[in-house]
């Protein structure tokens, strides 16, 4: 059971040290898309800067469903 538990040790501090997994996909030139407007606010509101809503129009090669948004 010990050798357990220090075999999991490593397994769990990575797992700790990595960053929270959301829904947000870096595309291109600085341009984001997420599920939701307010997951994209979420986001951007982490460090604190502006978002821009972007149409389609704005990124066309861009595929996928969700809101496109840039953090400025």
């Known amino acids: 059971m010990h050798r357990l538990l220090l075999a ?3 397994i769990t501090l990575a797992a700790c040290a990595t960053a929270p ?3 947000v996909v870096r595309l291109y030139d600085g341009i984001l898309r997420a599920g939701s407007k307010q997951e994209a606010e979420a ?3 982490i460090d604190g800067k ?4 972007l149409e389609q129009s704005d990124a066309p090669n861009t595929p996928g469903n969700g809101v496109l948004f840039r953090c400025d």
Do not use: A, E, N, R
């Open 50 to 53: 502006p978002i821009w809503f």
């Open 43 to 45: 986001y951007c509101g």
């Open 21 to 23: 997994v959301t829904g």
């Open 8 to 10: 999991l040790l490593p």
